[in-house]
C-alpha cells in the first residue's frame, strides 16, 4: 500500500506500508522531492502512514533507516516515537508502538 501527497496534481512525496504479519508492518521508502523538502511534507507522510496503520489494527510499525546517510530522517524518526532496536553495520531497525483503541 502507497500514500501519496500531491501538489499542483504533481506527485511530491510518498511512502509505502508493507504488511509483515496481522500485528505488525513495516514502513518503506519515505521519499519527499528535493525541492520540497524541509517544508514538513516528511511529518505529513509519517503521520498519515501511521494513522493508516492504526485504521488497519497493526500494533507496531518497523522501519529501518541509514542515520549516518539519513541524519534528518533519523532523527525526526525519533522526534516522533521510534525506538532504536538494533544496528547491523549502519542499518538502524526502529520500531513504534500503536495504541489502536482510537
Do not use: W
Amino acid at each position: 500500500m502507497h500514500i501519496h501527497v500531491y501538489e499542483n496534481e504533481k506527485p511530491i512525496a510518498t511512502i509505502a506500508i508493507k504488511k509483515i504479519n496481522d500485528d505488525m508492518a513495516e514502513a518503506k521508502r519515505l521519499y519527499i522531492k528535493p525541492e520540497y523538502r524541509g517544508k514538513g511534507y516528511a511529518r505529513q507522510m509519517l503521520d498519515a502512514m501511521l494513522d493508516k496503520c492504526r485504521e488497519l489494527k497493526y500494533k507496531e510499525v518497523r522501519f529501518t533507516t541509514k542515520p549516518e546517510v539519513m541524519s534528518i530522517g533519523y532523527a525526526l524518526y525519533k522526534k516522533i516515537g521510534f525506538e532504536e532496536l538494533e544496528n547491523n553495520e549502519g542499518t538502524v531497525l526502529m520500531r513504534m508502538m500503536l495504541d489502536t483503541l482510537n
